[in-house]
């Protein structure tokens, strides 16, 4: 099979287009044959080491943890799926060496869900990780019916997700953004809230009893979450550990098929949708990630990978 590989921690120019055998299929695993896959922030920052010391590389590793395709084998005890199934997984596991950016990968059946037919292969694949992390933190804290929600950075691939799921049931969202994107929060159902200096007031212009859930998807934003939680408020982040010293959670999304069904229901439901900004061929993966680095691309990159 073609994959996309890199043999040292390094930069854009450490990838590689090459040919490896097809990955086996274990117990309660599925074979997919991937057709779309999406690039994130964590996939340029596992190329350059950044989390060596939290995960095992086994090189060459063909990085890439989302995916959307077609189930080609089971493995044994795996009556979830059978070949045919249009499926998305967010494909982490315990260690890094066999991703997305190939012809075929291998995934545990739970991480798997039904590809939502309402989505593109492309927007199928950008919804795994970006979906599952607004998701499971929103669940963590316990989101419900009602309650005010303030979201940093809600344009952006996790933010945008993260509003529709909790626009969808049912809590009125603030979201901060810059002014370029205020339309696009409001196509959402989001308050849109210019960030920068003096944000806490414009949030407590807008709910002067403040809010009942933070969720930080950018970072160093904890004064102005600490400004605007109300007494007896829940907050979070994904990248800011300092929150756990300030009664805020600390999340690290998890692969979950049921959490990635329940997404891709909503999908379905058209209460979620994924946009995409730009897609690229297979052997274009080292123009993916540095258009990803930009930090400005509103939408998801795809590379696709087969049609």
């Known amino acids: ?35 779309s896959a999406a690039v994130n922030p964590v996939d340029w920052k596992i190329m350059a080491g950044g989390l060596d010391s939290l995960m095992q590389a ?9 995916v959307a395709g077609v189930v080609d084998a089971v493995g044994p005890d795996t009556p ?18 066999d991703g997305t950016f190939a ?22 694949a950008g ?14 804290l316990g989101l419900k019916a009602g309650d005010i929600v303030l979201i940093h950075a809600a344009a952006g691939g996790v933010g945008a997700l993260g509003a529709q799921i909790a626009v969808a049931q049912g809590a009125r969202v603030i979201g901060t953004a810059s002014e370029k994107n205020h339309a696009f929060l409001s ?3 989001v308050e849109p809230v210019t960030y920068g200096e003096g944000l806490a007031e414009r949030v407590r212009a807008l ?42 959670t600390l999340v690290w999304v998890r692969p979950n098929g049921r959490d990635l069904q329940a997404l891709a229901d909503m999908a379905d439901a058209g209460r979620l949708t994924v946009s995409v900004a730009q897609t690229f061929p297979l052997e274009a993966l080292a123009e993916a990630f540095a258009l ?3 930090g400005r691309v509103r939408g998801k990159i795809a590379i696709q990978v087969s049609r």
Request: proline share 7%.
């Open 127 to 140: 919804l795994p990780l970006a979906g599952l992390t607004a998701y499971q933190l929103l669940t963590r």
């Open 292 to 294: 990803c680095k930009t």
């Open 187 to 189: 196509s959402l159902g």
């Open 58 to 66: 086994y090189f060459p590793v063909i990085p890439g943890w989302d």
């Open 207 to 248: 709910a002067p009893d403040g809010v009942d859930i933070v969720a930080d998807f950018v970072g160093c934003v904890l004064d102005v979450t600490r400004a605007v939680l109300r007494d007896g408020g829940r907050h979070a982040s994904i990248v800011d550990g300092a929150v756990q010293d300030h009664g805020g």
């Open 1 to 35: 099979m073609k994959a996309m590989t890199f043999d040292r921690y390094g930069g854009p120019d450490v990838l590689r287009l090459v040919d490896l055998p097809v990955p086996k299929v274990g117990p309660g695993e599925i074979r997919i044959r991937v057709r």
């Open 103 to 124: 012809e075929f990968i291998s995934v545990f059946a739970e991480a798997a869900a039904r590809k939502p037919a309402s989505l593109d292969w492309d927007q199928a």
């Open 80 to 97: 979830e799926f059978r070949p045919g199934d249009e499926v998305i997984a967010y494909a982490r596991k315990s260690f890094i060496h």
